[in-house]
């Protein structure tokens, strides 16, 4: 683990899951530094890991080698204007975890592009340790920062870099509001199942450990998803009477519309939280 200083900007869910992760794989707990406006929530951040925890955003952040900023969208930039020439000075990378809000802009209210800006799109499941996170580094960021940003994230999940920033919309689209098509599917076949007779417990637990078998095969297994599919359908079976009736209503033309509405979306997201 890296003995840098971090300091997250915001002490929430998002954060309070980051620090679990980083102490869990061997964070010294002394070098995070947490600055977090609710007392509660800085006392238990502080009983629970040990962390130093403050009220005010730039003394956490005196010295960092890392800051996370992991504040709403919202909020980010009045988080981070006061930040500008403290974090300038200490040469500071910056991590955003804030969903859609842009690097350049990020760069623009730190006062400049040559601020080192690492963008990261993680996802819900990052709460229980299998997030999926899509990392951006701005030209300034070197190579020693991309690392620690890639550590930081990896501790709560999977990581993998984009070399445009412009991809980031189809990650919103893809991993990012992602969990939620499971789950809704989830929730389709639970209820089918249920209509089919079978209890809503019996129902609902089936469900979920065939989504999570499923998930763990296809990661296990060197074959696409496609070549597994076809390999539990066999002509004139059960699989295959299922698969027919999903083709029949264009499922798949269904997830290029959603995604596709999803990644709009971001981007129309991006421009209103960019116009500060
Ligand atoms: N949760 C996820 O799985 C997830 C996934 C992808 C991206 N993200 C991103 O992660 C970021 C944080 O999300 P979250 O779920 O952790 O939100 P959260 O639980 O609301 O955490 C944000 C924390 O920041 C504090 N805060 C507000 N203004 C602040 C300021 N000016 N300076 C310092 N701290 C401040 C908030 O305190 P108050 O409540 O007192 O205002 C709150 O404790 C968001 O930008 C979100 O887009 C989260």
């Given at each position: 683990m890296s003995e840098e200083v971090i300091a997250f900007i915001g002490g929430g869910n998002m954060a309070r899951s980051l620090i679990g992760g980083l102490i869990a794989d061997g964070?010294?707990?002394?070098s995070l530094r947490i600055a977090e406006p609710d007392a509660e929530r800085r006392e238990s951040l502080v009983r629970e890991f040990g962390v130093q925890a403050f009220e005010d955003n730039a003394t956490a952040a005196r010295g960092a080698d890392a800051v996370m900023l992991a504040v709403k969208p919202q909020t980010l930039a009045t988080a981070v204007r006061p930040l500008a020439n403290q974090l300038r000075e200490q040469q500071s990378v910056v991590i955003s975890v804030a969903a859609g809000v842009r690097s350049a802009d990020i760069g623009r209210w730190l006062g400049g592009e040559d601020v080192p800006v690492v963008r990261a799109m993680p996802n819900t499941p990052a709460l229980v340790k299998t997030g999926a996170t899509a990392l951006y580094a701005t030209p300034a960021v070197n190579e020693a920062q991309r690392n620690l940003a890639e550590t930081l994230l990896r501790a709560v999940g999977m990581v993998v870099w984009l070399p445009d920033e412009a991809q980031m919309d189809a990650v919103t689209a893809l991993s990012g509001s992602g969990p939620a098509y499971f789950f809704y599917t989830m929730e389709a076949m639970q209820a089918a199942a249920e209509a089919q007779g079978l209890s809503t417990e019996t129902a609902r637990l089936l469900t979920l450990e065939t989504a999570l078998g499923a998930a763990r095969m296809a990661l296990e297994s060197s074959e696409d998803p496609a070549t597994l599919r076809r390999r539990v359908s066999s002509p004139g079976g059960t699989t295959a009477a299922a698969i027919e009736a999903l083709q029949a209503g264009d499922l798949a033309g269904l997830y290029q519309k959603a995604l596709a509405a999803a990644a709009a979306r971001a981007g129309e997201i991006g421009d209103d939280l960019g116009a500060h």
């Open positions: 964070q010294p707990a002394a």
